[in-house]
């Protein structure tokens, strides 16, 4: 079932009005060279709101609910890059990071990686390079989350691109999340870097498509 995400409610409101308008005034306007281009642009704008805020429902894979080292996707997109990195705020020292590309037509919602308790959270206003710049995951507009599991400390981040304007996190300090949960939404084309221990079983590759809160990206080893 297609529901609409919560974390878009004024978008949505502020964009089908638009829309609607868009197309209200091709009845009004008299001249086809204004009136089909605002109806065709009022369509495309009231369709692409009603795909790009919409909230799928997702069956946890019932292996990561039962296996707390299970590192499932937090986000839809394309897995653009699998590196070795030095992590120097929460995991403190050697990292691997996975990284994930969302384009304007995924589903924005993210879902939280792991089940532990929030220890860590950041927000950074930022600057808005595009998201597969490898600069973008350091420079740009961020939330950064920092998770305690039983198999050790995970760190993931929701990073906007040059489209994107807004992040919504719904996390704070002292939380407990459960691998799955939703934890806001990254609206217009955004990034998912999730940085884990080095020896980190990985499961995925570059390239590889992956839906959040389905997909198992790899495991936690103590």
Known sequence: INMLSKY??????????????????????????LSYPL??????????????FRDPERIIPKEALENKSTILSPADGKVVQIIDVEE?????????????FLSPL???VNRTPVTGKVEFYNYNPGEYLVAWHP????LNEQS????????????????TGVLARRIVCTVNVGDSLTIGDKIGM?????????????????????GDKVIAGNTILGYLVK
């Open 39 to 52: 109806l065709i642009l009022g369509i495309i704008l009231f369709l692409f709101t009603l795909w790009f």
């Open 106 to 108: 995924d589903v924005h």
């Open 186 to 206: 990254m609206k217009f084309g955004s990034r998912m870097d999730i940085i884990v221990s080095p020896n980190t079983k990985i499961n995925c590759k570059v």
């Open 88 to 100: 120097n705020k929460y995991i403190k020292g050697k990292a691997k990071q996975i990284s994930i």
């Open 144 to 159: 950064q989350i920092g998770v305690l599991t039983d198999f050790g400390k995970v760190y993931f981040k929701q990073i």
């Open 135 to 138: 600069k973008s995951s350091e």
């Open 8 to 33: 878009g409610t004024n978008n949505i409101i502020i964009m089908l009005l638009i829309a609607v308008a868009m197309i209200v005034l091709f009845f009004f306007i008299n001249k086809p060279y």
